[in-house]
C-alpha cells in the first residue's frame, strides 16, 4: 500500500475514533461489557468503510447528516452490539497505545484486502464485456 493510502485511512479512523468518543453517555461503564479486539477491528473496518463512502459523498454534494447516525446504527446492529459498548471498548483499547495501534494497523490490513478484492472484481468485470 502506498503512503498516500495509508495515510488517508489513519486519518479517517482517527477521525471517526474522535467524533465517537466525544459523545456522552450515562450508564456506568462497569456495567458495559467490551468487545474482543477480532470484534473491534471488525466494527472499526465496516465504521471505516461507511465514514470513507460518507465523506465521498459530502464531497459531491450530498447533505448525510440524517443519514449517517442511521449508517453508524446499522453497523453496530451488524455487529450485535451498542453504542455504549463500542464506546466502553474504544476508551479499553485507546488507553493502551500499542494495543490500539495493532488494533488500527489490522484494520488498515483488512481494508486493503477489501480494496484489492474490489479491484479484481472490477478488472474481472470490465475484462468480461
Known amino acids: 500500500m502506498n503512503k498516500r ?5 489513519i486519518y479517517i479512523i482517527f477521525l471517526l475514533l474522535i467524533t465517537v468518543s466525544c459523545q456522552h ?4 461503564t462497569s456495567d458495559i461489557p467490551i468487545l474482543s479486539e477480532k470484534e473491534m477491528i ?18 459531491k454534494g450530498y447533505d448525510t447528516r440524517k443519514q449517517t447516525p442511521k449508517i453508524y ?3 453496530l446492529d ?6 455504549a459498548v463500542f464506546d466502553r471498548s ?4 485507546s488507553d493502551d497505545f500499542d494495543k490500539m495501534k495493532q488494533i488500527i494497523e489490522k484494520v488498515i490490513i ?5 480494496e484489492r478484492n474490489l479491484s479484481v472484481k472490477d478488472s474481472i468485470n470490465k475484462e468480461g464485456k
Request: charged share 30%; no cysteine; hydrophobic share 30%.
Open 73 to 75: 446504527a446499522h453497523i
Open 42 to 59: 471488525d466494527v472499526l473496518t465496516d465504521a471505516y468503510i461507511a465514514e470513507s463512502s460518507i465523506s465521498l459523498l459530502k464531497e
Open 5 to 9: 493510502m495509508k495515510n488517508k485511512w
Open 25 to 28: 453517555n450515562t450508564k456506568k
Open 78 to 83: 451488524k455487529h450485535h452490539t451498542t453504542k
Open 110 to 114: 483488512n481494508l486493503n484486502k477489501i
Open 90 to 93: 474504544y476508551k479499553y483499547y
